[in-house]
């Protein structure tokens, strides 16, 4: 399985048929079947930190040795503490206007990135104690920099905790309790040289050989209607969610247009935190919590609204289409509560005109997409077909334009149904059409 977005801000839920579970954040979320292993490609953000402790869990688990099964690109860029803390101080000072970020480090990362690519830490540096070394000390001293701009403290020791009387700016920041220190630049370094000896650091040219000894699974993270293009600007990840970056890294080992893309998709629409969600309701929120999305301290609530097919088509045309579908959680509309149901949104309602799809523009007009976040937040559904359990695979593919090839009645292995299959070699699974961070 190879990862090709995001970083370890992805949780995916897996169950397996003898009840174990595990959340599977960098490493594939095949790795409970023996002999399945996990590449890091170089469009990935990795956290070493937090790949330790994912690999405990798995062992605890009973998958034995996750790091033997692991290959990570060395141009992939390292998420660090230094990010996280950046990550979260800049979001508590949004105040009201926080943007529901996941809170792990992954703008940071990628915007740190962008303005000094020279010097940002990358996984080939974890091999070069004295390069890493540097690096670190570069980006510890850019993030007491960055609190001293956003906090006004001349020498700030950590960040607070959310929630501070509606306060915003720098002064909430200084008025909120530390909770966790700066790590050192050493301690950095030790547990980032450990990360080095213990993986097995490749370049570019691993993908043609993993391509050449059977199938490969691309396994994206978060929704499209998150991506940092095409997403609901500003309420979107700076990772691009779609199929593209693992388009470009088929195309870079002889493998462009091979593969087969499957989008993602429940039975109803979620969002996890703020941002637009035309067929929000707070009933279904009420009667639908997920056990493994709960209100964060980051991102904020789970929510919950009906089908919303317009959001779903203009995911999936701005993911440049898909060839299947999974369709999940249809053991929902089985056991809702008697008087709750299901319904589908074929339109919206904006400004006193019915609008049924929403067209995707090209990346990288942030401004379109923020116009579009403003619109979205003036929409009200129209809400259209009830259907049963047993309508809604053939009412998806009317709906998307693209074949229902496996349902999902529950967790685990055994509640999946395959219905068609394609005869592909490589197989990519392009994010899922909707905007949760988790899919099960």
């Given at each position: ?15 397996t048929?003898?009840?174990?579970h595990?959340?599977?954040?960098q ?17 990935m ?12 869990h ?9 790091f ?6 060395g141009e ?21 206007g ?12 990628v ?7 020279a010097?940002?830490p ?28 956003l906090?006004g403290?001349?020498a700030?020791?950590?960040?607070g905790?959310?929630?501070s ?9 200084t ?9 050192e ?11 080095g000896?213990?993986t097995?650091?490749?370049d570019?040219?691993?993908l ?27 309420f979107?990840t700076?990772s ?15 493998r462009?247009?091979t ?7 429940r039975a109803?629409t979620?969002r996890?935190?703020?941002?637009p969600?035309v ?13 493994h ?8 609530a789970f ?21 299947a579908?999974a369709l ?23 400004d006193?005109a019915?609008?049924s799809?929403l ?17 979205l ?7 259209g ?30 509640d ?17 059409p ?7």
């Open positions: 399985m190879v990862r090709f977005n995001g970083g370890a801000q992805a949780a995916h839920n897996v169950v048929d003898d009840g174990r595990h959340t599977f954040a490493f594939g979320a095949g790795s409970f079947t023996p002999g399945c292993a996990t590449h890091l490609a170089r469009t953000l990795v956290d070493p930190f937090a790949l330790v402790a994912e690999a405990a798995l062992e605890s688990v009973g998958v034995p040795d996750p033997a099964r692991l290959t990570v690109d992939a860029l390292l998420t660090t503490p230094y990010h996280a803390i950046a990550n979260r101080v800049r979001e508590l000072a949004r105040g009201a926080r943007h529901g970020s996941c809170g792990m480090g992954i703008g940071e990362t915007s740190y990135a962008l303005a000094r690519p010097v940002a990358r996984v080939a540096d974890c091999r070069s104690p004295s390069r890493l070394r540097a690096r670190l000390r570069e980006l510890h001293d850019w993030l007491r920099a960055e609190l001293t701009a906090a403290l001349a700030p020791a950590g960040l905790a959310a929630g009387g509606g306060q915003t700016g720098p002064a909430r920041l008025a909120l309790p530390a909770v966790e220190e700066i790590p630049v050493e301690d950095c370094v030790a547990v980032l040289t450990a990360f000896q213990l097995r650091i490749v570019s040219s691993w043609r050989v993993l391509c050449d000894r059977g199938p490969v699974v691309f396994e994206g993270a978060q929704g499209v209607l998150l991506d940092e293009w095409h997403g609901f600007h500003p979107t700076w691009t969610t779609t199929a593209r970056n693992a388009e470009e890294l088929l195309a870079e080992v002889g462009g247009g593969a087969r893309r499957l989008g993602v998709v109803y979620t996890h935190g703020p941002g969600l067929t929000e309701d707070a009933e279904l929120t009420a009667a639908l919590p997920d056990v999305n709960g209100t964060g301290r980051w991102q904020g929510r919950v609204g009906h089908f919303d097919a317009v959001a779903h088509r203009y995911a999936v045309e701005a993911a440049g289409g898909v060839d579908l999940t959680h249809l053991d929902v509309v089985e056991r809702l509560p008697p008087g709750l149901g299901l319904w589908v949104c074929d339109a919206y309602r904006i006193g019915t609008v799809r067209v995707a523009g090209p990346p990288g007009d942030l401004d379109r997409q923020e116009a579009l976040t403003r619109r937040a003036r929409a009200e559904p129209v809400l077909a009830r259907p049963d359990v047993d309508a809604w695979p053939d009412l998806v593919t009317e709906l998307l334009d693209a074949p229902v090839t496996l349902l999902s009645r529950g967790p685990r292995a055994a999946k149904q395959v219905t068609g299959r394609a005869g592909h070699r490589t197989g990519l699974s392009a994010g899922a909707c905007s949760p961070c988790t899919a099960r």
